[in-house]
T-cell receptor, first 114, second 114 residues
Framework: SAVISQKPSRDICQRGTSLTIQCQVDSQVTMMFWYRQQPGQSLTLIATANQGSEATYESGFVIDKFPISRPNLTFSTLTVSNMSPEDSSIYLC???????????FGPGTRLLVL | AQSVTQLGSHVSVSEGALVLLRCNYSSSVPPYLFWYVQYPNQGLQLLLKYTTGATLVKGINGFEAEFKKSETSFHLTKPSAHMSDAAEYFCAVSDRAAGNKLTFGGGTRVLVKP
């Protein structure tokens, strides 16, 4: 399976600011996804990052709040904009393998908003 | 819409005892099913998956799961718990009609007592 890294691994931010999270894969992948895991909760899909086109957002998530880029087949970024304490979560990227049915996850970015 | 229900948000087992984590799903098409494990301060690691073929699937770390279509279940078991099994476990179903997006259950936190 692909090796996935995320930067930063954790951060503490002030409300009203924005943070960009990077997801890097060591090989080309077809699909990349971004998830949010709120404290003590399960994972919720934010969006599918599409290479060369706009991301596809799930219900309840909007581009102005979570802009996503995917300039190539190995890299994507998620920005959390105008943060509030409610944005404190773990943000995880995932990718599909060659069979496309299995998702592999990065280590996550732990965000605390004060 | 697909959904996943994990019975029991917390499970406590003694070291050496059977681990049984329950997962029931709903899906309008034959499902792909997954179990992931999340250790403290880490991302998600794939334990095992069912796509097609044999309904009893074996995964890493001695875990296995059985797909039972008639019961819409995919319970995870391990015959003998080890202290290192203490983690959170997530069951997920893949939406094969929508780019293999994952829907996760609420998660089950496993505590292993010595």
């Amino acid at each position: 399976s692909a090796v996935i890294s995320q930067k930063p691994s954790r951060d503490i931010c002030q409300r009203g600011t924005s943070l960009t999270i990077q997801c890097q894969v060591d090989s080309q992948v077809t699909m990349m996804f971004w998830y949010r895991q709120q404290p003590g909760q399960s994972l919720t899909l934010i969006a599918t990052a599409n290479q060369g086109s706009e991301a596809t957002y799930e219900s309840g998530f909007v581009i102005d709040k979570f802009p996503i880029s995917r300039p190539n087949l190995t890299f994507s970024t998620l920005t959390v904009s105008n943060m509030s304490p409610e944005d404190s979560s773990i943000y995880l990227c995932s990718v599909t393998g060659t069979g496309m049915e299995t998702q592999y996850f990065g280590p996550g970015t732990r965000l605390l908003v004060l | 819409a697909q959904s996943v229900t994990q019975l029991g948000s917390h499970v406590s087992v003694s070291e050496g005892a059977l681990v049984l984590l329950r997962c029931n799903y709903s899906s309008s098409v034959p499902p792909y099913l997954f179990w992931y494990v999340q250790y403290p301060n880490q991302g998600l690691q794939l334990l095992l998956k069912y796509t097609t073929g044999a309904t009893l699937v074996k995964g890493i770390n001695g875990f296995e799961a059985e797909f039972k279509k008639s019961e819409t279940s995919f319970h995870l078991t391990k015959p003998s718990a080890h202290m290192s099994d203490a983690a959170e476990y997530f069951c997920a179903v893949s939406d094969r009609a929508a780019g293999n997006k994952l829907t996760f259950g609420g998660g089950t936190r496993v505590l292993v007592k010595p």
